[in-house]
């Protein structure tokens, strides 16, 4: 049995709503094999004094080598990457490697409010890992911060920051309007020619732990099937809207997407 193979290099998220953990289930849901290597394992709490563990190169490089031989992926997707020299040991491999459809998400910033990319790798992410990506997927604050500009506050904003980050080597831009107020869930896929929006329903809830990496995740997927990107984001869209509108709360502050919701929905 033949089945698309994806590959999540990124960090864990303990409390299992983001990161490798949130990319692992929605490669699950959306029927691909998944496999994961992790880049740092994130586990912020009260109790002890580090929540940030970043792994050693050769841990990484050991992880991304054995997907490749064992398995060998068609898509793969970076998240969390922190490090300079992380950014530029995967960026390397990534390079070599037989896998031609890449998803970039420039994970910076957690919804708890956790660093996830330290200030001086910002240019090395720039420079190194943006060329080589199929699809680059920033929200509006990751975007003002590669271009160090404000952020947008407009779909015509959006595309002009679409615009501006699609000089800087991706295929195509997805720019995540999540956060935009007074205008629906708008995002925006610029391919350097053509400007698509994409547009769903502001869902009123705290609760998006994961949302821009089962996003990213989601493209992947679809990426891996076979399909085009426009075809993969609108798909993807479909799914984070259903894990967003069932949202998991816990009652202990911001709850996570559901994703198991996409598939139940169409169950009914």
């Given at each position: 049995?033949?089945?698309?193979?994806?590959?999540?290099?990124?960090?864990?998220?303990?409390?299992?709503?983001?990161?490798?953990?949130?990319?692992?289930?929605?490669?699950?849901?959306?029927?691909?094999?998944?496999?994961?290597?992790?880049?740092a394992i994130v586990a912020n709490n009260s109790t002890t004094e580090q929540g940030m563990?970043?792994?050693?190169?050769?841990?990484?490089?050991?992880?991304?080598?054995?997907?490749?031989?064992?398995?060998?992926?068609?898509?793969?997707?970076?998240?969390?990457?922190?490090?300079?020299?992380?950014?530029?040991?995967?960026?390397?491999?990534?390079?070599v490697s037989s896998v031609k459809k890449i998803v970039v998400d420039p994970v910076m910033?957690?919804?708890?409010?956790?660093?996830?990319?330290?200030?001086?790798?910002?240019?090395?992410?720039?420079?190194?890992?943006?060329?080589?990506?199929?699809?680059?997927?920033?929200?509006?604050?990751?975007?003002?911060?590669?271009?160090?500009?404000?952020?947008?506050?407009?779909?015509?904003?959006?595309?002009?920051?679409?615009?501006?980050?699609?000089?800087?080597?991706?295929?195509?831009?997805?720019?995540?309007?999540?956060?935009?107020t007074n205008h629906s869930a708008v995002d925006i896929l610029y391919d350097g020619d053509?400007?698509?929006?994409?547009?769903?329903?502001?869902?009123?809830?705290?609760?998006?732990?994961?949302?821009?990496?089962?996003?990213?995740?989601?493209?992947?997927?679809?990426?891996?099937?076979?399909?085009?990107?426009?075809?993969?984001?609108?798909?993807?869209?479909?799914?984070?809207?259903?894990?967003?509108?069932?949202?998991?709360?816990?009652?202990?502050?911001?709850?996570?997407?559901?994703?198991?919701?996409?598939?139940?929905?169409?169950?009914?």
């Amino acid at each position: 049995m033949s089945i698309p193979r994806t590959l999540t290099i990124a960090g864990s998220a303990a409390q299992g709503s983001a990161g490798i953990q949130a990319d692992l289930k929605t490669f699950q849901e959306l029927d691909v094999y998944g496999m994961s290597a992790i880049t740092a394992i994130v586990a912020n709490n009260s109790t002890t004094e580090q929540g940030m563990f970043t792994q050693p190169l050769e841990a990484i490089e050991a992880q991304i080598y054995a997907s490749m031989e064992h398995v060998g992926p068609n898509a793969l997707k970076t998240g969390m990457l922190f490090t300079e020299p992380i950014i530029k040991r995967i960026s390397e491999l990534i390079a070599v490697s037989s896998v031609k459809k890449i998803v970039v998400d420039p994970v910076m910033i957690g919804k708890m409010g956790s660093q996830l990319l330290q200030d001086e790798a910002i240019q090395t992410l720039i420079e190194h890992l943006l060329p080589l990506a199929t699809i680059i997927t920033p929200n509006l604050q990751e975007a003002a911060r590669i271009l160090d500009e404000p952020a947008p506050r407009s779909p015509e904003d959006m595309e002009e920051a679409a615009r501006k980050l699609y000089k800087l080597g991706p295929n195509y831009v997805l720019l995540k309007g999540g956060s935009l107020t007074n205008h629906s869930a708008v995002d925006i896929l610029y391919d350097g020619d053509t400007m698509r929006r994409y547009e769903s329903e502001r869902i009123d809830t705290i609760h998006t732990s994961g949302a821009g990496c089962t996003y990213s995740a989601a493209i992947t997927a679809e990426l891996a099937k076979g399909r085009t990107v426009e075809s993969a984001v609108q798909i993807a869209k479909s799914y984070v809207t259903s894990a967003i509108r069932d949202a998991l709360s816990f009652n202990r502050g911001i709850g996570s997407t559901n994703h198991a919701a996409y598939r139940k929905n169409e169950q009914r």
